[in-house]
Nanobody, 115 residues
């Protein structure tokens, strides 16, 4: 059974930082492409960043230079370091795993950035 559990969200002031974590189980993590997505109120869920099993990384332009995605294969963990946060970064952040042709989602963690 695949499980993805996000943690690390919270309330932070503009300009602050948060580090999100995603604990995974039920997948062969080293073979799995992973990603972070977010959904703001009234908006569709969209990509933040993704990292392939081989370590290739892509960011949405608005996150480049502020967010860093990383993975720890030994711990089966995915991370998202978020710096210089802005009120428009407020959203529920989701971890996603593309495993054996299926995309799995965590339940999300709320990030709120106050101005």
């Amino acid at each position: 059974q695949v499980q993805l559990v996000e943690s690390g969200g919270g309330l932070v002031q503009a300009g602050g930082s948060l580090r999100l974590s995603c604990t995974t189980s039920g997948i062969i993590f080293s073979y799995t492409n992973m990603g972070w997505y977010r959904q703001a109120p009234g908006k569709q869920r969209g990509l933040v960043a993704r990292i392939t099993s081989g370590g290739g990384i892509n960011y949405v332009d608005s996150m480049k230079g502020r967010f860093t995605i990383s993975r720890d294969t030994a711990k089966n963990m995915l991370y998202l370091q978020m710096n210089s946060l802005k009120p428009e970064d407020t959203a529920v952040y989701y971890c996603a795993a593309d495993y054996r042709g299926v995309r799995y989602w965590g339940r999300g963690t709320q990030v709120t950035v106050s101005s």
